[in-house]
């Protein structure tokens, strides 16, 4: 039997899966932060440096903004759901959020493809090559995202049934790195599309 | 309090957030592309308004204003090593730092447009 799934522990006020959510968000924090560092400095190392605007799409920019800010307040309605006891309700939101985070990535998928048929890859540009950085791993991190809640959403909502506070908990820090991804998201946009 | 009385109250919060971070978007938008702002004016604007936005998020959503003390402290020691991770190189870059110089000489060798 792990320990502190449900009930928090005396030393940190946490259940042990909050404690290692946040320590990992913080090295997320640092793998992000090293880039947007490197943003930073070929940015201001460079003679000229394009409008984000005048290259990238910033209407499809916007929609997936608002679809990934949508996903997120579907995500914490699941775990409301939960807390209501709801686990129909709890379904229709992360199955939601699923869909949304679907959505963000076949529309960036476009966006992609779009870039590629008018010749812009990577290697074409430093800002090409530091947009495909950083909006790819967090794509990346938007799979995973994708793959945690659909095991939620799928086998591993069967632990509700056993053991409801501890699922609901599950459910908790899966929100917690889904936010993250939106809080990420809410920094790339206006750096990489309108700066 | 009931729960369902406690997470109806919640819900409202959440929509209203939502609310927020939807009207800030679109101020981001407005701002940068319309109003033909000086660059470092455009580049504060969109800063604020992309912190006031992460504020709800996390404030909000990830309940970060009624956290426990020991997610402060990972938070505050993350963000001391974030802002050194964005300023010492810039500093580095600017000279400010002992041996900037070195960094100043390589700048002829780069080529910004590729």
């Given at each position: 039997m792990i320990p502190y799934t449900v009930e928090s522990r005396d030393d940190t006020g946490l259940y042990n899966a909050k404690m290692?959510?946040?320590?990992?968000?913080?090295?997320?924090?640092?793998?992000?932060?090293?880039?947007?560092?490197?943003?930073?400095?070929?940015?201001?190392g460079a003679f000229s440096w394009p409008v984000g605007a005048s290259i990238l799409n910033v209407p499809i920019g916007t929609l997936n903004t608002i679809i990934l800010i949508t996903s997120s307040v579907t995500m914490v309605l699941s775990w409301t759901a939960l807390k209501e006891r709801n686990f129909k309700r709890f379904r229709m939101f992360l199955g939601s959020t699923i869909g949304l985070a679907l959505l963000f990535l076949v529309i960036k998928s476009f966006e992609y493809g779009?870039?590629?048929?008018?010749g812009l890859f990577p290697r074409s540009s430093t800002?090409?090559?530091?947009?495909?950085?950083?909006?790819?791993?967090?794509?990346?991190?938007?799979?995973?995202?994708?793959i945690v809640n659909a095991y939620f959403l799928l086998p591993g909502s069967r632990m509700w049934q056993r053991e409801p506070e501890r699922f609901t908990n599950r459910i908790e820090i899966a929100g917690l790195y889904w936010h993250f991804v939106d809080l990420i998201w809410i920094f790339l946009f206006p750096v990489l599309y309108l700066l | 309090?009931?729960?369902?009385?406690?997470?109806?109250?919640?819900?409202?919060?959440?929509?209203?957030?939502?609310?927020?971070?939807?009207?800030?978007?679109?101020?981001?938008?407005?701002?940068?592309?319309?109003?033909?702002?000086?660059?470092?004016?455009?580049?504060?604007?969109?800063l604020v308004i992309a912190s006031v936005k992460a504020t709800l998020v996390g404030g909000f959503f990830m309940h970060l204003f009624s956290e426990k003390q020991i997610v402060y402290l990972f938070l505050g020691i993350t963000f001391i090593f974030f802002l050194g991770l964005l300023t010492l190189p810039l500093a580095q870059h600017h000279g400010m730092l002992h041996g900037g110089q070195v960094l100043h000489s390589n700048k002829s060798g780069m080529d910004p447009s590729h």
């Open positions: 290692g959510i946040w320590l990992f968000l913080a090295s997320e924090m640092m793998l992000f932060g090293g880039l947007f560092s490197s943003y930073i400095m070929l940015r201001a779009a870039k590629f048929e008018h800002f090409m090559a530091i947009y495909f950085t950083l909006t790819g791993l967090h794509g990346l991190h938007v799979i995973g995202g994708i | 309090m009931p729960e369902h009385t406690h997470t109806g109250k919640e819900k409202q919060m959440y929509f209203l957030v939502f609310g927020g971070l939807l009207v800030f978007t679109v101020i981001t938008v407005v701002s940068a592309l319309y109003l033909k702002l000086p660059l470092i004016t455009a580049v504060l604007l969109a």
